[in-house]
């Protein structure tokens, strides 16, 4: 159980296009996701927490114009990097987060690589 | 505020060597501590946890003990194998399922 996915796992695009990343809790309800940001031989960066049906919170530092999070579902939550530029490039990877003393704890998706041409 | 210190790598082990990652903290009250392992190309997977003080997480021959007096929570391996290469990430989270602070990650390759 605790399965957490991420479509695409590996986009590539062209300067100044919208990519948008899902992430899905496959066999539980997410009430908080996660998005964070892991550049090469780095660790893990919080970009923002979104609980289902609110708006997301974005840690500092994180333009939340550049990167737009809708937790529309309690199994969805979705990132799209807007006007996306090679600086964007990276490793996103999503967590889920869901209710009740089982699944109190954090699952990760596969990660989504991004590349900007 | 919180924060998860590691030893810089990569670590560098032979097949069948002894396995210890250093792992300290800074937090207020009583954190929960985990241990997460990242492949190549994936994301991550939670190893061990721990939620309170002189527990023992353990999965896969990996252990780590909370050990509050000294703010540690460092992972050991009694025989590490090739599989194992992997980046370790120590983190904490104030209470269990809320916000995780990672540490820095610690590489691993073990040779045959």
């Known amino acids: 159980g605790a399965v957490v996915s991420q479509h695409p796992s590996w986009v590539i695009c062209k300067s100044g296009t919208s990519v948008k990343i899902e992430c899905r809790s496959l066999?539980?309800?997410?009430?908080?996701m996660f998005w964070y940001r892991q550049f090469p031989k780095q660790s893990l960066m919080l970009m923002a927490t979104?609980?289902?049906?609110?708006?997301?919170?974005?840690e500092q530092g994180v333009e939340k114009d550049k990167f737009l999070i809708n937790h529309a579902s309690l199994t969805l939550s979705t990132l799209t990097v807007t006007s996306a530029h090679p600086e964007d490039s990276s490793f996103y990877i999503c967590?889920?987060?869901?209710?009740?003393?089982?699944?109190?704890?954090?699952?990760f998706g596969p990660g989504t690589r991004l590349t900007v041409l | 505020g919180n924060s998860v210190t590691q030893m810089e790598g990569p670590v560098t082990l032979s097949e069948e060597a002894f396995l210890t990652i250093n792992c300290t903290y800074t937090?207020?009250?009583?954190?929960?501590l985990f241990w997460y392992v990242q492949y190549p190309g994936e994301g991550l997977q939670l190893l061990l946890k721990?939620?309170?003080?002189?527990d023992k997480g353990s999965n896969k021959g990996f252990e780590a003990t909370y050990r509050k007096e000294t703010t540690s929570f460092h992972l050991e391996k009694g025989s590490v194998q090739v599989s194992d290469s992997a980046v370790y990430f120590c983190?904490?989270?104030?209470?269990?399922?809320?916000?995780?602070?990672f540490g820095g990650g610690t590489r691993l390759m073990v040779k045959p």
């Open positions: 066999d539980f309800q997410a009430t908080t």
């Open positions: 967590s889920a987060r869901g209710s009740g003393s089982s699944y109190n704890e954090q699952f």
């Open positions: 721990a939620t309170k003080a002189d």
């Open positions: 937090a207020t009250g009583y954190p929960s």
């Open positions: 979104s609980n289902e049906g609110s708006k997301a919170t974005y």
């Open positions: 983190a904490l989270s104030p209470s269990a399922g809320n916000m995780l602070t």
